[in-house]
């Protein structure tokens, strides 16, 4: 067999192919010829043929028939081989191949070998593919090595042991006086090893933690010898010297100083000099301000230190460099919990990176600015907010509209001015904004009875002005419902009067009706708004009959329906129709029986996911996993659960003005229109942990019936979103959890969400009920449950 072309000659032909097919043709015949040289007994070339297989493995084409020879090399006596060879296990070898326990004898030799260059290979290859048995069975061989005089064993051998400790957490405990004997070490790359595999060490096991605090003055005299130390032509890179010791460092510093006052008081004065002693003007010694930023914000370190740690950032976001700017709003995302006030300072800076060209960059300074919004700075805040909503890209915009809505929420100054912001956004993307807007705008309305006529002067003019924002025409549909008399005034102090005919109003609603831009809720709206004109106006009642009458005989079902009922309050209850339709009670915020415009369909069953949104197909089964969880928590009553899926739907129009227990449906509400008053039913604290209260009260409807409100209130100080409520009872307990109040909880108590359970007890079985909570805070995800064993009303709580 001739021998095959050099290793140069063949990459040249493999460049020089034209086409993928060509390339082929040359590997597969070099693999063949190496193949042929393999099998040979002896066969001088084989470093040769091994790395031409290793840049065939490179370029992405089997090359495992070269496995076995790797473990032949390394057992070569000669360097040349078995330098070739630990190379090829490291790129053709894994833990998973079994060839790779074929080398652990090799291995151990050369770790004992008189060359250290053989004893670097060794460490090298077991720090790169080491098994967890490679690793137990020459564990002590590298803590013998670690305690060599060579400083270039040391180095690696160090960097293997963290590897070790990876792979089996229980040697750890082998490692670490010698890991704390390399602290002594003058030579950078022992330092750097020892720290990384000390950091290892500490991040893994909390008594290792507790007793390499006492290394934190040794560490600190390190640090402060780099930082002090002139140029020094070995380490200094633009200016700093060795900045990747410096960093590892300083992330070491962070973890040992965590949630201890007296190893972070050892350390700020540390600290404090490397702020302000680090070069900022370049790359370099950016990344070693960052890391220093980062072990200020995490430790117990003093006030004054944390201030110039939020002022090295908002340098950062001065930076042209997106990169640093993005990192730097990451880090002050993070504090701005709990240094509000200094991250304050730098809130024109961060309102600039609104502005700035970098997707990322620009959806950072959105959730940063949203979180700087206060009481004392709404007005210029959501000024800029509105600016950026008008231009922002269109992955941006829900999340600035959503929280948009959630700052003028918290913070509004006046009533009038979260109406006018809300309908700001609405006009400007109504199209994104998250579904519960529209009830929640209707009741925020409602609310303000002095700004009615206002309201709707404006909702008639943005509806002649665009229909397309279909949010905005649903708010603008039901108002000029609920007041259309205000409209056809035409007296507004607010406004400049205009004088609106009712042909005029009946013209823009026929508009919204006939539009192809108008969903179905959206007609279903503004039929509903027609409805409510035939009592508020005088001389176009036959006309609203006209309108009304089309849509019986309307495609959709829903629409159909309407005005199926609406043709019947015309007909056979005319005589009931201006009681019917009369204008809407003040709706309470965050009532029992409000659900934010929502009403569920049929009985549900057991346990269902509560996070229900308006007009929303029906939610999907929970993972089977997660519900039988929850269904072992209660093991210990009488009859098993079975879990159920979840039902939820939304009747627009109408279904908002369902506050009272006999609105039900339109045929309900020809029924007694006035509510008999409920004296309140007693309310106990269920479960209170992290700032989140969850309270319970219950009313008894029969003898066999339970209205279970369960309340939730957030007292810490940042905002919980996606809160969700999951409940367990027995089979035989029949359970009906409606749609609650919302999914987010403000900071400090300033709103609440509700949730009505309906449980029925035909059986009379001992009653018990396990409650899931699950939120999200600061980007964390928290669960937690409680078990209510007994009910107020009916008898004493407990958890």
């Known amino acids: 067999m001739s021998p095959s072309v050099p290793l140069q000659e063949m990459i040249r032909a493999i460049r020089s192919a034209r086409t993928q097919c060509e390339e082929r043709g040359v590997i597969q015949r070099e693999c063949a010829a190496i193949r042929a040289q393999f099998r040979q007994a002896d066969n001088g070339g084989r470093s040769h043929n091994l790395a031409k297989l290793l840049y065939v493995h490179m370029l992405g084409y089997p090359a495992h028939f070269g496995q076995m020879e790797c473990v032949r ?27 790779s326990l074929l080398i652990t004898n090799s291995i151990k030799n050369d770790l004992s070998h008189s060359s250290q260059y053989v004893q670097s290979l060794a460490l090298c290859t077991l720090a790169c593919m080491g098994s967890a048995e490679m690793c137990r069975d020459l564990a002590p061989e590298i803590d013998r090595l670690l305690r060599a005089s060579n400083s270039y064993i040391k180095k690696k051998a160090a960097l293997c042991a963290v590897h ?124 070693v301000l960052y890391e220093t930023v980062l072990t200020v914000l995490d430790i117990k370190s003093e006030s004054g230190l944390r201030v110039l740690a939020v002022n090295i950032l908002g340098r950062f976001l001065l930076n042209n460099d997106r990169n ?41 300074a959105l959730e940063l600015s949203l979180a700087l919004v206060s009481a004392s700075n709404i007005r210029s805040m959501m000024k800029e907010l509105l600016l950026f ?50 009830p929640n705008l209707i009741q925020l309305i409602t609310n303000a009875s002095e700004l009615h006529c206002y309201t709707v002067h404006k909702l008639y003019r943005a509806v002649l002005t665009d229909i397309s924002q279909q949010p905005l025409v649903q708010v603008a549909c039901w108002c000029i419902g609920e007041y259309g008399d205000l409209l056809l005034r035409g007296e507004c102090q607010d406004t400049e009067p205009v004088q609106v005919s009712e042909d005029d109003v ?73 009681a019917v339709l009369e204008r809407m009670p003040v709706i309470e915020k965050n009532s029992p029986g409000h659900t934010n415009g929502e009403s569920t369909g049929d009985t549900i069953k057991e346990i269902q996911p509560t996070k229900v949104k308006q007009e929303e197909p029906l939610l999907p089964q929970q993972p089977a996993n997660q519900v039988c969880d929850l269904l072992d928590l209660l093991g210990g009553s009488e009859e098993p659960l079975q879990p159920s899926p979840a039902q939820g ?32 039913a007693p309310t106990v604290t269920v479960y209170e942990k992290s700032g989140v209260t969850l ?105």
């Open 649 to 680: 739907g939304t009747a627009p129009g109408l279904s908002i003005n369902t506050i009272s227990p006999a609105g039900g449906d339109l045929l309900d509400l020809l029924g007694g229109l006035e509510p008999t008053p409920v004296a309140p």
């Open 389 to 438: 909503l008008s231009s922002c890209p269109p992955e941006l915009r829900a999340n600035a509209a959503s929280g948009i809505f959630n700052a003028a929420e918290r913070y509004a100054p006046s009533q009038r001015w979260h109406i006018d912001t809300i309908l700001h956004v609405l006009t400007t993307a109504g199209g994104d904004v998250r579904d519960e807007t529209v």
């Open 164 to 287: 070790i400790v990876r792979k089996v957490h229980d040697l750890g405990e082998m490692f670490a006086p010698a890991a704390r004997a390399l602290l002594a070490e003058k030579n950078h790359g022992v330092l750097h090893g020892a720290v990384v595999l000390i950091t290892e060490l500490c991040e893994r096991n909390p008594e290792t933690l507790e007793r390499f605090r006492k290394t934190v003055p040794d560490l600190v005299q390190i640090m402060k010898g780099l930082v002090i130390c002139g140029y020094s032509p070995e380490h200094d890179v633009a200016g700093i010297s060795d900045p990747f010791l410096q960093v590892r460092i300083l992330r070491l510093l962070r973890i040992l100083g965590r949630n201890n006052e007296a190893a972070s008081d050892a350390m700020n004065d540390l600290l404090a000099q490397v702020a302000t002693n680090t070069d900022s003007t370049k790359t370099v010694g950016n990344a």
């Open 324 to 364: 640093i700017r993005y990192i730097a709003m990451t880090s002050l995302q993070r504090i701005v919990g709990t240094d509000h006030t200094a991250v304050q300072r730098h809130r024109g800076t961060i309102v600039d990176c609104l502005k700035d060209q970098d997707a990322s960059v620009k959806r950072r």
């Open 73 to 99: 090399m390394i057992a070569s006596p000669r360097y040349s081989e078995k330098r070739v060879g630990y190379l090829g296990a490291m790129m053709l070898l894994d833990e998973k191949q079994d060839a």
């Open 506 to 578: 009946l013209d823009a609603l026929e508009t919204v009706l006939q539009s192809h831009m108008s969903s179905p809720a959206t007609r279903g709206f503004a039929l509903t708004a027609t409805m409510k004109l035939s009592t508020r106006i005088t001389d176009n009642v036959d006309r609203i009959r006209s309108i009304v009458s089309i849509y019986g005989s309307c495609i959709d079902v829903e629409l159909q329906q309407r005005a199926v009922e609406y043709n019947a309050l015309f007909k056979k209850y005319d005589h009931m129709r201006a």
């Open 695 to 799: 309270t319970l009260s219950c009313d008894k409807q029969s003898d066999s019936g339970l209205t279970v409100t369960l309340t939730a209130s957030n007292s810490s100080d940042s905002d919980i979103s996606c809160f969700t409520l999951q409940a367990a009872v027995p089979k035989s307990v029949q359970l009906h959890m409606k749609a609650p109040s919302g999914d987010s909880l403000p900071a400090r108590g300033t709103a609440k969400v509700t949730q009505m359970v309906v449980l029925n007890n035909p059986n009379k079985v001992n009653l018990k009920m396990r409650i899931r909570i699950s939120y999200t805070n600061q980007g964390s995800g928290f669960q937690d449950t409680v078990q209510i064993d007994s009910f107020p009303g009916l008898n004493a709580a407990s958890h």
